[in-house]
Each structure stands twice: as structure tokens, then as C-alpha cells.
DNA sequence: AATATTTTGGAACAAACGTTCTGAATAGTA
DNA sequence: TACTATTCAGAACGTTTGTTCCAAAATATT
């Protein structure tokens, strides 16, 4: 049998992932990653196949994790809590990071033009709004929200602000200008 | 006395901003740019600078010609009904041209690394939320919004609503989709 | 211990990159 | 008409790009 590989390449991967999130795609170069991830180029190229083949791996990662995120962080007793508590982390951990969603990112540089990263966002957008939906639903049904509103609608609006608040963040680096947007989106969500 | 200049400068600019809105900042060649402008290298870098030079030319060329189309599209009788047409207009013109807000894209490919990037499309955001403030004050003056809101923080919101829109557009490339999100940004406005 | 298979580090590649340079063409001024 | 400043077209520049290749090192099985 063969020699076996001298690292992890899940834990190398999310290497070349915080790279291409915060330099974006094309402004990340193979040498950039051989840097970064600390790894040969031939290594690379066996592991994770070509430059675009690994930013799609890349993007997958951040898609689950960041749904897995959002879900953990829907604690509270009923849901309109849980929604509430899933804004605010995503504020939180914006300002805390001073990053933005590599998804957004990807959306305005790639997805326009690459079929497989629009694919990978829309697929991880939907399983978010989907969540919201859900818990949007079980809102209406306990009456925490008005019957006159529509869960599917509310919670797209919602996703959609989430890149709303990306942007004003990037703008204003201000955090409590954030904050107060997305307190601004909770209320209207409450009435 | 010397030769006089064949093209029109202005003219060519714009067919590079184009060209730059629809693959983005880096996705963009210098090769690309002498085909699509028309024009030699030579000519290019005499007129116009470098290549960063010439994006920054085309970026404030967009934003100003965007607050102007802004301002062209706040029609109507009453302060409320301006705003009303204005995110109308935005989304019109997405699902006609197909394209979204160079300087969101620009927000997201640059804005964080570059500084000069930044302080364009800073300034042009906050051009427009401004003239949203101030429709914003007129209505409620008017009694056209409840007392209760902020113009200031409303018109941020919905210029970070226009952000999100894009991004949906961009996804779900869903005319009818983006439609349903501006009424209902339209909806939260008035009440 | 020998074998087989894979990884590793680094050299090497052609192509594309942004930029500069050169000489010929041009046209307003003297 | 001669002069001079500028534009024009395209070759050429040195880098950087993404990718491939190769010999040496490594290790689980035979």
C-alpha cells in the first residue's frame, strides 16, 4: 500500500476557504493558496482537482456549516424567538468577524456567470428560507404574528435582508447602525 | 499644435463600464477592454490611466448617472408615492436589463479592500438615502407615514432592501418573484 | 526486507496578465 | 510648407497566472 497524506484535508480546505472569502475568487491565486493552505501545489491538485473545483468545495463547506449555524442559533421558547434570535446572530457575527456571508460574496462576483456556484447558493438559500418558513408558519398558527401575513413571503423578505445588512455593514462598518436595522426588521416582522 | 482625439472618451468609458458591470472588476482584462472599447492599449492608458484608474472613472460614471436615474423616477403627487415609484423603477429595470447595481457588485467584489472603491460607492449610497430621507420627512409631515417611524432609518432600510432584491433577482431570476418582495417593502412603508 | 502505491516538493510550462515602448500617421500652428 | 505636439497601431516587456510533470520520500502490505 501507499504512502498516506501528512494532513487533513477537511481542516486545509477551510484554509483555502477563509482565503477565498475574504479576497473572492478571482483575486485569489493558486499561489495565494499554496501559502495559505500550506500545502504543495501537485497536493492540491490531487486532492481537490483544479482551482475552480476547490472553491466549489469550498463553497459547499461554508453553505452547510452556515445552515447548520442558523439553526443552532434559532433557540427560544416559541418561534418568533427563534427568528428573532437567528437576526441577531447573524448580526453578531458579522460585526464580530467584521466578515460577510461568503455566499452573498459569491453571488455578485460568480453566480451570475457560473452555473455550478449559482446552483450551490440557491440551494443553500432555499433551505434557509425554508427554515424561516417553518418557523413563520408555527408563529402564524400560535398567533405571535398576524394572520394576514404570508410565512413564504415574510421569510424570503427576511433572507433578503440579511444582504441588506451585509452591505450596509461593509459600507458603515458601524455596528450599531446594523443593529438597528435589523431591530428595525424584527419589529416590522412582530407587527 | 497636435492631432485631435478620434473617439469620444466619454462614449468609449461607458462601454468599458459596461463591460466591467457585467463580468466585474477582476474577471476583466486589459484584452477585454481593447476589444469591447474599441480602442488601442495605447489609447486607453493615455486617456484614461491604468486599469484601476479607469474602473474607479467608470464606477463614479455609474453612481452619479444612477442618483440621476433615481431622482428622474421619483414621480408622483405625494412624497409616499415617489418613494413608491422609485423602488418600482429599480425593480423594473432589473428584470428588463437583466443586471443588477454595479456598485452593489462593486460593494461586494472590492469595496472591503479597496479604498477607493469604498468611499464611491459610500458616497453614493448615502446620496440616496438621503433623498429618501427626505421624501421620507415630507410624508410624514403630510401624515402619508404613521409618526411612530424614522425617515432616516426607513430610508436606510430601503436601500438595503434594494440590495436584497438583487440578490433574489440574481437567484432566482424570478421577475414575478422580486415584484411580490418591492410591494411588499412598498406595503411596509405605508403602514 | 522487498514491493507497490501514493504523497511530496519543486521545477517547468505555456498562456494570459497589465503595462510600456516604438515608429508611423495625423493635424493645428507658425 | 515646415514644424511640432499628439494619437494611433501593434509589437514587446517582464510578471503572474493556472496547471502539469518528475524524481525523491514515505509507508502499509506482502
Redesign the interface.
Known amino acids: 500500500m501507499a504512502r498516506r497524506k501528512e494532513f487533513d484535508p477537511e481542516e486545509r480546505m477551510e484554509k483555502a476557504r477563509d482565503l477565498f472569502w475574504e ?2 475568487y ?2 485569489t491565486s493558486m499561489e495565494d493558496l499554496v501559502q495559505t493552505m500550506g500545502l504543495n501545489r501537485g497536493s492540491i491538485y490531487d486532492t481537490y482537482g483544479d482551482k475552480h473545483s476547490l472553491y466549489l468545495q469550498c463553497l459547499g463547506n461554508y453553505a452547510a456549516e452556515k445552515l447548520r449555524e442558523h439553526k443552532e442559533a434559532a433557540l427560544g421558547t416559541s418561534p418568533i424567538e427563534k427568528v428573532e434570535n437567528m437576526i441577531l446572530s447573524v448580526v453578531e457575527a458579522t460585526v464580530n468577524t467584521g466578515k ?1 456571508c461568503m455566499a ?2 459569491s ?3 460568480l ?3 457560473d452555473q455550478s456556484v ?1 446552483s450551490i ?2 440551494n443553500n ?1 432555499k433551505d434557509i428560507v425554508n427554515f424561516f418558513e417553518q418557523l413563520l408558519t408555527d408563529a402564524k398558527k400560535v398567533g405571535e404574528i398576524s394572520q394576514d401575513k404570508d410565512p413564504r ?1 415574510l421569510a ?2 427576511i ?10 455593514y ?3 462598518r458601524d455596528k450599531k ?1 446594523v443593529e ?2 435589523a431591530q ?2 424584527i419589529d ?1 416582522i412582530k407587527h
Open positions: 479576497k473572492g478571482n483575486a460577510c452573498v460574496n453571488t455578485f462576483e453566480a451570475t456567470v449559482h447558493i440557491n438559500w413571503l424570503e423578505f433572507a433578503a435582508n440579511f444582504t441588506g445588512l451585509w452591505q450596509t461593509i459600507l458603515s447602525q438597528k436595522l428595525f426588521l416590522m
